[in-house]
Every structure is written in structure tokens, then in C-alpha cells.
């Protein structure tokens, strides 16, 4: 508990020399965690600002909004689709850098024309050991900073302090963008990030709150994959084919279960 109460002072204390920040916020575990940060060290200084695109899921957007009252930061939305970035829809092994490019520039864009400096992101320590080129691209920004990594947090950080301070998103299950789901040189389309975000609130429908679920996209097949505890309970007889029947409804032509079970960041191995 000392060390991660040095690590909440350091992180307050960081922001705090800002001034005036923006926060580039998703309603997700590290996100809310900065934006509750932000709001304590720097009160009407500090700005949650989302991004409500075609790759973050209704149940994002809307748990961003009620996040940010809660926490009592002004919550600002920002309508942008990086499907009008070719490079992006393209979807090559570079797509989360140009997604960060893009999403980022008109975030920065927006933080300058309002009069703020700094504009923060939520990535951890832990971001490192995961292939993420996005990280790339926030490297080559100028006034944009991830202070819960320069503050020394792990995801067990993130959310032991979360809580500690009493916010709703502290055991929420890790999240992604609905792009994540779709294999590399599948191109990205709203098509596709619609059925990929039908066919997982579908699937919840059937699993206990919390459980972590994908559906990975990739073209004519649907593999879904779920906490391996929960793989009986998908593939019985009766479930299974009511799965099917809902998933090519929704366009997909076969649907397969993924036996290994729900593995965060899998489409990175065929990189």
C-alpha cells in the first residue's frame, strides 16, 4: 500500500504541474482512473474529451458518459470516424498506429483551438509487453503525455486505486476497440464493426456479467472466443445452435468457438 500510495501522490502531483489538460478518455479502467486524476490535481482545469466513432461500442460510449459525472469532470464528445483515414480502413499490421495518428491529431487539434496544453493519455506500464504500434505513434506527438505510466502504474495499480477512490469502473473487464476484432487485411468497414458489436452484446446476453468475450471477424467466419469455464456453456446442443442461427442472421456465413478460449490481443499472432 506505500508504494502505491507514493505512485497516487507522484500521478497527482505530475498533473498538477500542468496546469490546464485534456484528457483523452474512453470510459475504460486507465482512462477514468487519469480523468478522476486530472479532475482532483487540477479541478475546472481538466477536460474528459471521447471520441464517439464507429469503433467504440454503444456500451463504451455510454459507460464514458455516466463515468464522467460521476467523477464531475466536464465530459466533452468529439464525432470522428477513422474510417475516413484509407490507411486505417485498409487494415494492415499498422492499423492501431494509424488509428492513433488520426484519432490523436484531431484531439490534439480540438486541446490547442480550447486552451489546453497537455493532452493526456491513459496507457500503463503493462502496455509495453503487448505488440501495440499505437504506442508508436504517440511518441512522434508533441503535447501529449501518458501519466500513469511516467507515474509508474501497472494495470493492478490502476485498478487498486481505482477502488481506493470509489470509481465505478474499477473491476470492469479490459476492453478494445471493435477494429481489434477484425484480422489483419480484413478491410474495416461499419458493416463490419456492427456485426462484430450485434454479435458480442448478443453473446453477453448468454454469459455472466464480467465474463470476457470476443468475436473475431474474420470475413465469412465468426470465432468466438469466451473464458475457457465458459466454453461448455456456449457449445451445449440447444445454445450453440441458437448462437448460429443469430450470428448468420447477422451476415456471417460459419461460427466457430475457439477452444483455446478468450486470449487478449490474439490476431496479433498472425503478425
Known amino acids: 500500500m506505500e508504494e502505491l500510495k507514493r505512485k497516487e501522490e507522484a500521478l497527482l502531483a ?3 504541474t500542468m496546469e490546464r489538460a485534456a484528457v483523452a478518455y474512453s470510459g475504460g479502467v486507465d482512462s477514468t482512473l487519469l480523468a478522476a486524476a486530472a479532475a482532483k490535481a487540477l479541478g475546472r482545469n481538466a477536460v474528459a474529451v471521447t471520441v464517439r ?23 466533452v464528445i468529439l464525432p470522428l470516424s477513422e474510417l475516413d483515414d484509407p490507411k486505417f480502413s485498409q487494415n494492415d499490421g499498422d492499423r492501431c498506429y494509424y488509428c492513433k495518428k488520426f484519432r490523436f491529431a484531431a484531439l490534439a487539434s480540438w486541446a490547442e483551438a480550447e486552451g489546453f496544453p497537455w493532452l493526456l493519455e491513459g ?10 504500434p499505437g504506442m508508436r505513434a504517440l511518441a512522434e506527438m508533441k503535447g501529449v503525455r501518458s501519466p500513469l505510466m511516467e507515474a509508474g502504474f501497472t494495470k493492478e495499480d490502476v485498478r487498486a486505486l481505482s477502488r481506493a477512490w470509489g470509481l465505478p469502473s474499477w473491476s470492469k473487464p479490459a ?3 471493435l477494429a481489434s476484432r477484425i484480422t489483419y487485411g480484413t478491410p474495416i468497414t461499419e458493416r463490419a464493426l456492427a456485426q462484430v458489436e450485434e454479435a458480442e452484446a448478443y453473446l453477453r446476453s448468454l454469459c455472466p456479467a464480467g465474463c470476457q468475450l470476443r468475436v473475431r471477424h474474420h470475413g465469412a467466419i465468426a470465432r468466438i472466443e469466451v ?8 457449445a ?8 448460429h442461427e443469430r450470428l448468420t ?17 490474439s490476431l496479433n499472432d498472425l503478425l
Open 14 to 16: 505530475l498533473i498538477g
Open 53 to 75: 466513432s464507429p469503433t467504440l461500442p454503444a456500451w463504451e460510449q455510454s459507460d464514458a458518459d455516466r463515468f464522467a459525472e460521476e467523477i464531475g469532470i466536464r465530459h
Open 123 to 132: 496507457s500503463n506500464c503493462d502496455d509495453d509487453t503487448d505488440y501495440r
Open 175 to 177: 476492453a478494445a476497440c
Open 227 to 234: 473464458e475457457r469455464e465458459y466454453l461448455p456453456r456456449l
Open 236 to 243: 451445449a446442443p440447444e445454445v450453440a445452435q441458437a448462437i
Open 249 to 265: 442472421a447477422m451476415g456471417f456465413s460459419y461460427v466457430t468457438v475457439d477452444l483455446a478460449g478468450y486470449r487478449m490481443g
